[in-house]
């Protein structure tokens, strides 16, 4: 299984960004996908989550602004975060990450996933 980010970049406040997960030979039923961020000091916090029934969850900081989606492929999982009205306070490094047989509509906690990727940094500057 692999895991790879994109999109990330550097923006003004107020500003857009589309991040892209590409998930590769994952096969395993009833995951749950997730975006997660961390910024410098601090500990790596769920940003937003989907689900292979389709629900979504999102962190308070971030609902109404950003929307997480998929894209399925043969072999390949393609997951979204559109970011909108970007604050300095979204800067931080993001990460795909993802958990199988998982049955609750949350935001999973960052020990319990089971692959990563290596992130994309995001700078949103005021």
């Known amino acids: 299984v692999q895991l790879a980010e994109s999109g990330g970049g550097s923006v003004q406040s107020g500003g857009s960004l589309r991040l892209t997960c590409v998930v590769s030979?994952?096969?395993?039923?009833?995951?749950?996908m997730a975006w997660f961020r961390q910024a410098p000091g601090e500990e790596r916090a769920g940003v937003a989550s989907?689900?292979?029934?389709?629900?979504?969850?999102?962190a308070n900081s971030v609902k109404g602004r950003f929307t997480i989606s998929q894209d399925n492929a043969k072999n390949t999982i393609m997951l979204f975060l559109q970011m909108n009205d970007l604050k300095p306070a979204d800067t931080a490094m993001y990460y795909c990450?993802?958990?199988?047989?998982?049955?609750?509509?949350?935001?999973?906690?960052?020990?319990?996933?089971?692959?990563w990727g290596k992130g994309t940094l995001v700078t949103v500057a005021s």
């Open positions: 990450a993802t958990v199988g047989e998982y049955y609750r509509n949350d935001l999973p906690h960052p020990d319990g996933m089971d692959y």
């Open positions: 989907l689900g292979s029934d389709g629900t979504t969850t999102y």
């Open positions: 030979g994952y096969t395993t039923h009833n995951y749950r």
